[in-house]
């Protein structure tokens, strides 16, 4: 009869995963007792240990861990980044750099692509906030972050990467985006260009815009108009990047030189440069794998991108820490005699930039 109990079981749970009552009644022990087992209890009998252990690995148990980390209060132990274009290198990089951090606190990070789709962006921060993650990094799509102001609201934890929070209070961490494409611009015109054509993300992007608002003020320091034909904004993609510098190239007075905003738009540019055979000057935003194989003269603006994803890693743990309570307040928050420790207030980082140059 027991045997016949037992087929039943089987029978009304095929395709479930285990218990730890099912890992308890092959052992011949209670449910209390494996439980001890598996979370390492030296009380157990050693003989005792060895047959769940045993029970457990027949069956193929694993244990919920978000499960009894939420039992516990202590969250499920993920960490969500949301970024725009994961064939960008600059975000492999950055998620390396995020993960080296939360890793080290126990934490692991769930990595969300939104293709630029901002519908996209709602529904995956939507679904990190119902999957209880334990704070979000984001790089926003757009201008439009009320998904991510109503996460914060909820009470996630939210770090913004690459472009600052609006409409809302949260720690970002940004790239000197301005400085960085002034700095290019003004090298291509300390060499003689007086047409210097600009190649940039969609307008809503705001680093695309920062590093818009960096060539134009360069231009205007040497004295120089900005001629809307020579700006073309919108690619995120090589070929596309390609299609609109081949069009810059064949205007009856060309750019004499080209700056990119992203690496995508500069490997483009370089493209349609080879193409039409001319000397035209490249200058972009973002250093890459094997620009200094390109053959022709390049610069680049260079910053450490592992490090920008490191320091939202850090700001995202410290908030994680605080909304535990399990830490002092670090610069900036305050601490009252007799009273707990104040919210620190947002924090905003900028990453340093400089120029490399490549090629002949």
């Given at each position: 009869m027991p045997e016949r109990r037992d087929s039943i079981r089987r029978d009304s749970r095929a395709g479930q995963p285990p218990t730890l009552r099912d890992v308890a009644e092959r052992a011949e022990v209670s449910a209390m007792t494996a439980s001890r087992v598996l979370r390492d209890d030296p009380r157990v009998l050693p003989a005792t240990r060895d047959r769940v252990r045993a029970a457990a690995a027949a069956l193929g148990y694993r244990p919920n861990?978000?499960?009894?980390?939420?039992?516990?209060?202590r969250?499920?132990?993920?960490v969500g980044l949301v970024v725009t274009n994961l064939a960008n290198p600059f975000y492999s990089r950055l998620a390396l750099g995020v993960d080296s951090v939360v890793a080290a606190d126990g934490l692991k990070t769930v990595i969300g692509n939104?293709?630029?789709?901002l519908d996209g962006e709602r529904d995956l921060v939507a679904d990190l906030v119902a999957r209880r993650v334990d704070g979000i990094i984001a790089v926003p799509a757009g201008s439009d972050q009320r998904h991510l102001a109503a996460a914060a609201s909820e009470g996630v934890p939210v770090v913004l990467a690459s472009r600052p929070p609006d409409g809302f209070d949260a720690d970002c961490v940004l790239v000197d985006d301005f400085g960085g494409a002034r700095d290019a611009t003004a090298?291509?015109?300390?060499?003689?260009?007086?047409?210097?054509?600009?190649?940039?993300?969609?307008?809503?992007?705001y680093t695309g815009t920062e590093r818009l608002r960096g060539y134009t003020a360069a231009l205007a320091d040497a004295g120089l108009p900005a001629d809307t034909r020579?700006?073309?904004?919108?690619?995120?993609?090589?070929?596309?990047?390609e299609r609109a510098a081949a069009r810059l190239l064949a205007l009856p007075d060309p750019p004499t030189a080209l700056f990119c905003s992203n690496n995508r738009n500069t490997i483009g540019a370089f493209r349609a440069i080879r193409a039409t055979g001319t000397d035209t000057a490249l200058a972009g935003f973002d250093d890459f794998e094997l620009a200094d194989a390109l053959g022709l003269p390049l610069t680049l603006v260079a910053y450490d991108s592992d490090e920008l994803g490191r320091t939202a890693g850090r700001l995202l743990v410290e908030r994680i820490r605080e909304r535990r309570g399990g830490c002092a307040a670090p610069a900036g928050g305050e601490k009252a005699d007799d009273g707990p420790v104040a919210p620190m207030p947002p924090r905003r980082v900028v990453a340093p930039t400089g120029l490399v140059e490549y090629g002949p």
């Amino acid at each position: 009869m027991p045997e016949r109990r037992d087929s039943i079981r089987r029978d009304s749970r095929a395709g479930q995963p285990p218990t730890l009552r099912d890992v308890a009644e092959r052992a011949e022990v209670s449910a209390m007792t494996a439980s001890r087992v598996l979370r390492d209890d030296p009380r157990v009998l050693p003989a005792t240990r060895d047959r769940v252990r045993a029970a457990a690995a027949a069956l193929g148990y694993r244990p919920n861990v978000v499960a009894r980390s939420l039992r516990l209060g202590r969250g499920t132990g993920l960490v969500g980044l949301v970024v725009t274009n994961l064939a960008n290198p600059f975000y492999s990089r950055l998620a390396l750099g995020v993960d080296s951090v939360v890793a080290a606190d126990g934490l692991k990070t769930v990595i969300g692509n939104t293709g630029q789709d901002l519908d996209g962006e709602r529904d995956l921060v939507a679904d990190l906030v119902a999957r209880r993650v334990d704070g979000i990094i984001a790089v926003p799509a757009g201008s439009d972050q009320r998904h991510l102001a109503a996460a914060a609201s909820e009470g996630v934890p939210v770090v913004l990467a690459s472009r600052p929070p609006d409409g809302f209070d949260a720690d970002c961490v940004l790239v000197d985006d301005f400085g960085g494409a002034r700095d290019a611009t003004a090298r291509l015109l300390s060499r003689g260009h007086r047409r210097v054509g600009f190649l940039g993300s969609p307008p809503a992007v705001y680093t695309g815009t920062e590093r818009l608002r960096g060539y134009t003020a360069a231009l205007a320091d040497a004295g120089l108009p900005a001629d809307t034909r020579l700006v073309s904004q919108g690619q995120t993609e090589p070929a596309e990047a390609e299609r609109a510098a081949a069009r810059l190239l064949a205007l009856p007075d060309p750019p004499t030189a080209l700056f990119c905003s992203n690496n995508r738009n500069t490997i483009g540019a370089f493209r349609a440069i080879r193409a039409t055979g001319t000397d035209t000057a490249l200058a972009g935003f973002d250093d890459f794998e094997l620009a200094d194989a390109l053959g022709l003269p390049l610069t680049l603006v260079a910053y450490d991108s592992d490090e920008l994803g490191r320091t939202a890693g850090r700001l995202l743990v410290e908030r994680i820490r605080e909304r535990r309570g399990g830490c002092a307040a670090p610069a900036g928050g305050e601490k009252a005699d007799d009273g707990p420790v104040a919210p620190m207030p947002p924090r905003r980082v900028v990453a340093p930039t400089g120029l490399v140059e490549y090629g002949p």
